[in-house]
C-alpha cells in the first residue's frame, strides 16, 4: 500500500491557528479540537470557527476566546508539557506535541541566552498557542499520514511588538528555526511566519520542497486573521497517497564526523546526549585507531538540513575537535505510523514499522516507557515489553 502524504502549502506563510484549520478542513474535523480545552481543565475557553475569503479563497478561520485574566501570560518548558499530559490526547500525540514545544523552547533560549529550564514562552505561552500547537497533532493522528512535505516558507519583513519590545521580522525565534530551512520572499510587510507556526512545520515535517508525486484524496485551506494585498494568507493542506514506488520512503539527510585522539572519553557520553538534544536523529562513537598509532573516537552525528548549525556547535564547543565533516547521504527507512499501546500501567506511544498493510515491528517509545516506570515503580524492561507486545518469556531473555 502506497504512503499517505500532506503536503502542506504555505502560500501566504504558517501560524499555529492557519495550520489546524487546514488540517481540519483536509479530513481531521473538529470535534476532537473542540474536546481540548475541557480536558485541560480550560471551562473558559471556547472555540469560535468561522469562514473568511482571503485572496479569494474559501478558508476556515479559528479564534481561540478565553478570560486572559486566568491564565498566566508567561509558561516555561515544564508548564507547558503538564498541560498537555493533562489532555485526552493519544499518548503519541501528546509525545508529538511536547517535541513542538521543545523545539520553541531551543530556539526562545538560544535567542535570550538562557537554558532549557529558565526560559519562558510569552506570546507563544498563552492558551491559544496549547490548542494550536495539541490541536495539529490530535489532527495529524487522525488523518493518519507517513510523510509530511512542508514548501518553502514566504517571509515577511519589517517589524513586531512583542513582549520584548519591537523586533525585527522574520522574528528571531522563527529565525533560530529556520537553519536548513528554505524560504522566499513574501513581497510584503508582516509577520507571515509567526513562532508556533515554525515550530510546528520545522519539528514535524520530514522535508521542505515542492508537491511530492501523489494522489491527492481532500484538500483543507486555513486562514490567519491579518490581511495581506496579493498575497493569500492561507495554509492549504494536500492529503493523498505517494504515487506507488516500494514499500520504503526515502529522504535525505546530513553525516557529521570528527575524529578525537585527546578528549577525556568521560565525556562523551554528554557529548552525544547534548547532539540528540540539538536535534540530531542519531549520534554514536566508533572506536578508531588515529595517526602514530593513537586511540581515538570517531564521533558521528546523523542530521536533517534544519538542525546541521546547532550539531557542529555541540562538537566544536564541547570536544577537542578544530573542525567537522559534512556529508549529505541518502536514506530510505519503512512506512512508520505512531500508535498507542495499553499497557497495565498506563498508556506507551508505539513506533509502528509497515511493509504493505502489515505490521512488522512495534517499538515502544523508551522516554515515556521510563517516566512511566518512574512514577509507577515498576521495572522498565517490564512496560517496555508490555508496550511492544512481547510475550513474557521473551522479556527474560537478554
Avoid at 175 to 181: E, F
Avoid at 330 to 338: A, Q, S
Wanted: aromatic residues 4%.
Amino acid at each position: 500500500m502506497s504512503a499517505r502524504v500532506l503536503f502542506l502549502d504555505c502560500a501566504g506563510g504558517v501560524a499555529g491557528d492557519m495550520l489546524l484549520c487546514a488540517l481540519v478542513e483536509a479530513g481531521a474535523g473538529t470535534a476532537a479540537v473542540e474536546a481540548i480545552p475541557t480536558s485541560l481543565g480550560f471551562a473558559d475557553v471556547s472555540l469560535r470557527w468561522s469562514s473568511g475569503r482571503p485572496g479569494g479563497f474559501s478558508a476556515r478561520r479559528l479564534e481561540v476566546v478565553f478570560d486572559t485574566s486566568a491564565h498566566p501570560h508567561q509558561r516555561n518548558l515544564r508548564d507547558m508539557e503538564q498541560l498537555i499530559d493533562r489532555s485526552s490526547a493519544s499518548a503519541a500525540a501528546k509525545e508529538r506535541a511536547k517535541e513542538v514545544f521543545l523545539t520553541l523552547a531551543r530556539a526562545e533560549a538560544a535567542v535570550h541566552g538562557e537554558s532549557l529550564d529558565t526560559v519562558h514562552f510569552h506570546e507563544v505561552g498563552c492558551v491559544d498557542a496549547l490548542i494550536d500547537i495539541l490541536g495539529a497533532c490530535i489532527a495529524l493522528e487522525l488523518l493518519a499520514v507517513d510523510e509530511i512535505i512542508c514548501s518553502p516558507l514566504p517571509m515577511g519583513s519589517g517589524t513586531v511588538q512583542c513582549a520584548h519590545g519591537t523586533l525585527p521580522l522574520p522574528a528571531p525565534a522563527v529565525a533560530a528555526m529556520l537553519p536548513g530551512v528554505p524560504v522566499r520572499d513574501a513581497g510584503v510587510e508582516g509577520e507571515t511566519v509567526t513562532p508556533t507556526g515554525a515550530a510546528l512545520v520545522t519539528t514535524l515535517a520530514n522535508g521542505f520542497g515542492p508537491m511530492p508525486a501523489m494522489t491527492v484524496e481532500a484538500v483543507g485551506v486555513g486562514a490567519g486573521s491579518r490581511e495581506y494585498p496579493g498575497l493569500p494568507n492561507v495554509v492549504r493542506a494536500f492529503v493523498g497517497t505517494a504515487a506507488a514506488t516500494d514499500d520504503t520512503i526515502a529522504t535525505e539527510a546530513l553525516l557529521i564526523q570528527c575524529n578525537i585522539d585527546d578528549l577525556d572519553p568521560r565525556v562523551l557520553p554528554v557529548v552525544i546526549e547534548h547532539l540528540l538534544s540539538a536535534g540530531a536523529v542519531d549520534a554514536y562513537t566508533t572506536p578508531i585507531v588515529m595517526k602514530k598509532g593513537r586511540p581515538g573516537h570517531l564521533i558521528t552525528a546523523l542530521a536533517p538540513h534544519s538542525a546541521v548549525d546547532p550539531v557542529v556547535t555541540i562538537l566544536l564547543r564541547e570536544t577537542t575537535s578544530l573542525g567537522c565533516r559534512i556529508t549529505p547521504v541518502g536514506k530510505r527507512h519503512l512506512r512508520r505510523r505512531m500508535e498507542t499501546a495499553d499497557t497495565p500501567w498506563g498508556p506507551v506511544p508505539v513506533k509502528a514499522a509497515l511493509i504493505g498493510d502489515t505490521v512488522v515491528r512495534r517499538v515502544p517509545e523508551f522516554e515515556p516507557c521510563a517516566e512511566l516506570a518512574r512514577k509507577t515503580g515498576v521495572p522498565v524492561r517490564d512496560i517496555l515489553a508490555a508496550a511492544g507486545g512481547l510475550p513474557q518469556e521473551a522479556k527474560d531473555d537478554d
